[in-house]
């Protein structure tokens, strides 16, 4: 199929990122414009939903705050619901770069991958992270090809596209706690094609990452755990 | 009559049968009048429910504490009314994260049906007529 055709929408889940979600809105548009804008304001307790209001796109507000796993769902389920052909997640705070929009949907388009991840280690200007943070994804990454026996470099990475069966298949089975790096193992267990394509990710802009650094090791052991637990887990496909 | 003093005469020191008897008796009635009062809904009761008819049967009837004790290697039958007892918590706490989960699941679900529909709502608010 030709790439004008489909039906491509950009989900932006943000909590608390008023400092950031305009300029991501602005480059979304700016970078992608064919991609249709959807926010979702996962129960944010400054005014990113106040400010999300003012950017001419549709905002999802949660009524409660149900982390990024649910947030992302809603954003799915909301994609399935206006027959969007692929969903892209770019993160409200600003580290994902839309000008990379195109390269992810590549291996969609060509028929390669239902999944594609944005994977920062694959590219050449390579990311600068704390050693804590790259021992974390790595030890990730190593559970998952344990458990698949694929190896994806950046587990972590939420810069995604999913084409339509993909979509719809996140719309219901998106892992709603720790949800990363287990969709992958979710995703795969359930014979979808997951491709990493490299990116540049940026620094936060503003705002708290999910992943405090004390809280690192807990993000660690309840991922791999998420991850153990989705290898059991029953093939839904 | 026989059968049942029998039955209800073991190992068990006497005293501590009567403590037994009257805690374990207690709880059934305490649940029972929980479900009466719709404090506790029936489906949720059952696992309380056989909880505590386990404990009434097995310090009543303290042969029968006695035989499963020996079944299962416990030489003080006592201890083996709390093997029991904890058996019996232990389901009761699994059931207890089945049931959060379900919940967890209705309430992600009513969560994200609400966000959808409100800015649907908006959108067709936003339209002119």
């Known amino acids: 199929m030709n790439a004008p055709s489909k039906k491509v929408c950009v989900i932006i889940p943000a909590y608390n990122e008023s400092g950031a979600i305009k300029r991501v809105v602005t480059s979304v548009k700016h970078s992608y414009p064919p991609g249709d804008i959807i926010i979702v304001n996962d129960a944010s307790t400054d005014n990113t939903g106040a400010i999300a209001e003012t950017l001419g796109v549709p905002v999802l507000h949660l009524p409660i705050n149900l982390g990024i796993g649910g947030a992302m769902q809603t954003g799915f389920k909301y994609a399935v619901k206006k027959n969007y052909d692929i969903a892209i997640q770019v993160d409200g705070d600003g580290q994902h770069d839309p000008a990379y929009i195109p390269n992810l949907l590549k291996p969609l388009y060509e028929g390669k991958a239902d999944i594609a991840i944005g994977s920062r280690f694959l590219h050449a200007d390579s990311y600068r992270s704390s050693f804590m943070r790259l021992i974390g994804i790595r030890f990730c990454s190593y559970l998952i090809s344990l458990a698949t026996n ?88 | 009559m ?105 309430i992600r679900e009513l969560a994200q049906d609400h966000a959808i529909l409100k800015e649907e709502v908006q959108t067709v608010a936003k339209q002119p007529l």
């Open chain 1, 150 to 237: 694929k190896y994806i470099h950046d587990s972590t990475s939420g810069f995604r596209a999913y084409n339509k069966e993909a979509l719809r298949f996140a719309a219901i089975h998106y892992p709603p706690d720790f949800p990363e790096p287990e969709s992958i193992v979710t995703f795969l267990r359930n014979e979808f094609r997951v491709k990493e394509v490299p990116v540049a990710m940026q620094r936060r802009q503003s705002g708290i990452s999910s992943i405090r650094p004390l809280k690192g090791t807990y993000f660690v052991a309840s991922n791999s755990i998420g991850i153990i637990m989705s290898s059991f887990k029953k093939k839904t496909r």
């Open chain 2, 2 to 106: 026989t059968l049942i003093a029998y039955l209800m005469n073991g190992s068990i020191p006497a005293r501590l049968q009567y403590i037994a008897v009257i805690l374990s008796v207690s709880i059934l009635l305490f649940i029972l009048t929980l479900i009466r009062q719709g404090k506790l809904k029936e489906g949720y009761s059952l696992i309380w429910f056989l909880i505590a008819l386990a404990t009434v049967i097995f310090s009543l009837f303290a042969r029968i504490l006695d035989s499963f004790a020996d079944v299962v290697g416990i030489d003080y039958a006592p201890a083996a009314l709390f093997l029991i007892l904890v058996g019996g918590l232990f389901l009761l706490a699994i059931h207890s994260s089945m049931l959060f989960t379900a919940y967890d699941k209705r």
